[in-house]
């Protein structure tokens, strides 16, 4: 009767729903442990190729920032160059009507407001164009037995709506003067050619002041302002009151 050779014990397995892991021969350990180790290296790996692809990304992010700063900037000066060159190309035609006016002009007050008026164009370039500067006034006899008055100033844009009198130096306020509506389209329409702009005023010979005027005569007491909004944009200029 042959001996009964026993059988080697089945490996015991994971028993499903007992929640317990049969021990694991000594070879399967040590490969575990051997993977565990491979595994840790391959995240170290990877932690250190992450970093080094966040800072590259970081550093292509940087360059493509400063290329469009300097995009914009080179957009925002050219702009900026172009709109001032728009300007001067006004001031410049401006320039050369009133140096035109003046070898033509025959009449001793279209010489003044036309020398004054060069002197401001030739003081003030597309920057100092952007606020109102007042070139020349005046206050003229009629000879009806009224008075007139004209007003002339230099900026980029027609913003003045509106002129201020004030009747003597010692006065604090003066009377303020809208700019007709006409007046003010004129002025629009101007502004495609022009930087010089102007306003005039009538009283007849029976207004209420007529006879301030005539005291004011010869004198340089009256003075005047650009306003707009109510806001005075000048400081107040002496106005030339003609006898």
Partial sequence: MHARTKSPQPQRRLALGRGRLDPLPELDRRSVKQTKTC??????????????????????????????SVFCAFVL???????????ES????????????????????QEVWSKEILAVLAAVDAKGLAQPTLASSALIPRKNGGWGMYAFWVESMP???????????????????????HQLRQMESAAK?????GMEKEWDADSDLKVKFDRM?????????????????????????YK
């Fill in 39 to 68: 595994v840790n290296h391959f995240q170290r790996l990877s932690l250190s190729e992450l970093i080094l692809h966040d800072s590259l990304i970081s550093k292509f992010i940087k360059r493509i920032a400063c290329a469009l």
């Fill in 217 to 241: 005569a010869g004198t340089n007491e009256m003075s005047i302002r650009l306003i707009r909004g109510g806001i005075p944009l000048t400081e107040w200029k002496s106005l030339h009151v």
């Fill in 77 to 87: 000066l050219y702009g900026c160059s172009d709109q001032e060159h728009a300007i």
């Fill in 90 to 109: 006004r001031r410049a035609s401006a320039a050369a009507f009133y140096k035109s006016r003046l070898q033509s002009t025959t009449n001793p007050i």
């Fill in 193 to 197: 050619v022009t930087v010089v702009f």
């Fill in 159 to 181: 913003t003045v709506d509106a002129v201020e009198l004030r009747l003597s130096r010692t006065n604090t306020i003066g009377f303020s003067l809208p700019i007709p509506g």
